[in-house]
């Protein structure tokens, strides 16, 4: 993006206060709202939390107002209280934090449990940006403390304001009870080091990792007057070194001339020399000032990719929060030019990238990353090619390492796509043998082995089932938990692998993968209209057997590959738009989960697209709002906010390995997508408004779009699209009929 467009997007964002005159210049970070997602009972919401940190971060810091674990957030709006700052690595509530660390202010006597350190707070004392956080809290004897924030890729930055003449300490934990670790504080060096082995996913997947730990390395601008460590509830004052359970390191200052202590703390994955190294190049110098601003800066060009205009406030803070979001994940896990890997627990060359939450963001978090960070999607693919030859597969949610979580290997898809869209910086014919492995190999123990979800200490996953699809062409319900499910979304990653094969120049591969991810045909039940689970007889297995966080009217519309082919079974699109329009009408559509992102894009198929443009608009207004409820289901690495994201520009990757994207109803008057060479694609719809929200007409670069899809292609290559909307529909696009996917006969078994 041109500094000449970044100047002409805050004009864009220039506000006028009523009442006091003022004018207010407003950049795209200011318009993110870090809250939303984060308040809810349970696991059951958006679990996110107001991140200070990069686009990509390995390292997110934010206050921490519960101990988190798996399926609990560090972060939740409805907390009165704060115990600490936290470098986490968690991401998402119903995974996993590893290798973490936690910073406390304290006045007064050490405390080490969590419960006792725990000091109020209120919002209105609370400023939250992904660049910036502050906060002020409430202390005994009417005293307070105020922690400020700012972050660089693998390094936080802390600030905190202690009363004048206090005794004020930082405590930094270093493991909690049950984990055993380090904790080491040295006056000279003004330094607090150590590490964290926990992973709190390690019971998933196959790997012991005894090497694994998270190291860091803590400094102090001011020099302390006392320092020592704990072990649980016991100080060690004046001692060194702490290594066991629950231990951790203190310093503490005198604030007679100056009350602000200042903290910077490296994190690494490598070694605590690394973690140093890591501090050493990220913040140099005691400028938190600068380093807050610069951070400010490198979100304003990333979320400046996109311009909107006509938004409400509302919809402009959703968007661009959506934005940042999406921004997150997958995340940074090298650490200049190396990186240890949780597939071998070996130190290696190169790039690397975790927290890929495939089963949710394949289907739209990755297609908008490689419209505005086209520059990571190589390595990002890369990361994935290399945990599969240090740990013998690519993963399918890798927190560091395996987890085996969710279904099917959605690795294929996000390698596919990538492919079709013109990226090749990584090994073509590597990325074809990974993706061969998933689609061809059954896991160890496959026939044994059941494959319950979040099944402990199992080998990795890979396609469950696979053993029995290779015969009966369908995972069996009566021998692999959530077998409908898997047949179905094992259909669409076979359609990937053939493009992957397609591009290695492996023609008669293309035509046998074409072929099975056809398969779904398998479990369509023409009596009832629906999926259904076969068991490995053949008959059909009960009609509520075999779901992933679904059901039959969830999963039968799954079919994202060829929707057209779906048509076709349910006897035409006639009977396919009653059965769209029973599923909308009985409540059947859950978009706080990813199998139903799809959904509301479907009628563009059936020649109904006045139908997706309103249902696309309701959806967007009932699922997403600028509270801090304000997304309707888990965040899931940024796939919500993604699908939000696209919806308001206009389209959507129904089909995300194809490169097309389907239109639905934009809704602004205008949205401008910068790309990184320069380019800009337009997406005009002058009239759209919340009563206008049909499409009357369309064009591409000045010629009439007949047909509801735009490409990736039209995109990238920076053009013009306008919509003229009324508020009526209208039969635009209707007569569209695409075609189902080819049966290639003459395609030989593999």
């Known amino acids: 993006m041109t500094k000449l467009s970044f100047l ?43 991140l200070v940190t990069t686009p990509f971060g390995m390292t997110n810091w934010t206050a921490q107002t519960r101990q988190n674990k798996i399926s609990v957030s560090s972060y939740n709006y409805g907390d009165t209280t704060i115990s ?78 202690f009363p004048q003449n206090s ?24 330094e607090i080091t150590g590490f964290n082995p926990d992973r709190m996913d390690a019971h998933l997947g196959p790997f012991a990792l005894p090497n694994f730990k998270g190291y860091f390395v803590v400094q102090f601008r001011q020099a302390s007057v006392e320092s020592g460590t704990y072990e649980g509830p016991q100080l060690h004052g004046g001692t060194q070194s702490a290594s066991g359970a629950n231990v951790g390191a203190y310093a503490t200052f005198t604030t007679a001339q100056e009350r602000t202590i200042e903290v910077r703390v490296g994190t690494s994955f490598i070694s605590i020399e690394q973690a140093r190294a890591n501090l050493q190049k990220e913040i140099p110098s005691w400028d938190f000032d600068s380093l807050r601003d610069a951070l400010k800066r490198t979100w304003n060009d990333k979320l400046g990719l996109i311009e909107i205009d006509g938004a409400s406030d509302d919809q402009r803070a959703i968007f661009y929060t959506g934005l ?26 190169g790039v690397s990238y975790t927290a890929y939450s495939l089963w949710d963001t394949f289907r739209a978090e990755h297609s908008l990353l490689t419209l505005v ?89 890979a396609r469950a089932g696979l ?44 035509r046998f993968f074409i072929n099975r991810s056809r398969n779904y045909r398998l479990l369509f039940n023409p009596e009832t209209g629906f999926m259904q689970a076969r068991d490995s007889d053949g008959s059909w297995a009960d009609p509520g057997a075999g779901w992933t966080e679904g059901d039959k009217w969830v999963y ?14 349910m006897g035409g699109a006639d009977n396919y738009n009653r059965k769209l329009d029973e599923h909308f009408a009985g409540g059947h559509n859950h978009h706080d989960n990813e199998p139903s992102h799809h959904y509301g894009y479907l009628y563009d198929y059936s020649g109904e697209p006045w139908k997706t443009q309103k249902k696309v608009r309701e959806i967007a207004a009932e699922a997403y709002t600028n509270t801090p409820t304000g997304i309707l289901g888990n965040e899931d690495c940024g796939q919500m906010s993604a699908w939000y994201v696209f919806t308001a520009m206009g389209f959507y990757p129904v089909n995300p390995v ?42 591409l670069n000045g010629k009439s779009l007949t047909i509801p899809v735009v490409r990736y292609s039209d995109i990238t290559a920076g053009g013009t699209l306008t919509f003229k909307m009324g508020p009526t529909p209208s039969k635009w696009a209707s007569d569209w009929k695409p075609e189902p996917l080819p049966e290639y006969h003459d395609a030989a078994a593999r």
């Open 8 to 50: 002409l997007m805050c004009v864009l964002f220039i506000t006028t206060s009523a009442l006091t005159g003022q004018v207010t210049t407003k950049t795209p970070v200011d318009w993110v709202n870090p809250y939303i997602g984060t308040d809810g009972p349970g696991s059951d919401y958006g679990g996110t939390m107001p």
């Open 84 to 161: 600490g700052f936290i470098g986490t690595h968690q991401p998402a509530i119903w995974m996993g934090d590893f290798g973490y660390v936690t910073i406390v202010p304290e006045l007064d006597d050490i405390k080490t449990d969590p419960e006792a350190r725990k000091l109020s707070f209120s919002h209105a004392d609370e400023k939250t940006t992904p660049y910036y956080y502050s906060v002020l809290m409430k202390a005994e004897k009417s005293r307070e403390i105020r922690a400020e924030i700012t972050a660089t890729d693998h390094c936080g930055y802390l600030r905190f304001t």
């Open 167 to 190: 005794r004020a300490s930082i405590v930094v934990e270093a493991t909690r009870p049950k984990i055993t670790g380090l904790a080491q504080v040295s006056s000279d060096k003004r």
């Open 324 to 349: 940042y979001h999406s921004l997150l994940y997958p995340r940074l896990f090298s650490e200049y030019g190396r990186y240890y890997s949780a597939f071998d627990d070996r130190i290696h060359s």
């Open 373 to 461: 960070t086209p520059e990571r999607v190589n390595d990002m693919v890369k990361a994935l090619l290399q945990n599969y030859q240090e740990g013998g597969w690519m993963p399918k949610w890798p927190n560091p390492s395996y987890t085996n979580i969710m279904i099917a290997t959605h690795a294929d898809a996000m390698v596919a796509e990538a492919i079709n869209k013109g990226f090749r910086g990584f090994d073509l014919n590597l990325a074809y043998e990974a993706a061969h492995k998933d689609a061809m190999t059954p896991p160890d123990g496959d026939t044994t082995r059941k494959w319950f979800d979040r099944e402990p200490h199992t080998p990795y996953e």
């Open 467 to 510: 053993t029995y699809a290779k015969k009966l062409g369908y995972v069996p319900a009566d021998k692999t938990a959530e077998a409908a499910s898997s047949t179905l979304e094992d259909a669409y990653d076979d359609y990937a692998v053939a493009q992957i094969a397609k591009a290695a120049g492996k023609e008669s591969d293309y």
């Open 556 to 569: 039968t519309w799954s079919v994202m590959h060829d929707i057209p082919g779906l048509m076709q079974l």
């Open 658 to 699: 194809s490169g097309d994207y389907m239109i639905g109803s934009p809704l602004f008057r205008k949205t401008v997508i910068h790309s990184a060479h320069g380019k800009q694609f337009v997406i005009s719809a002058p009239e759209a408004s919340d009563t206008n929200l049909y499409i009357q007409s369309a064009e």
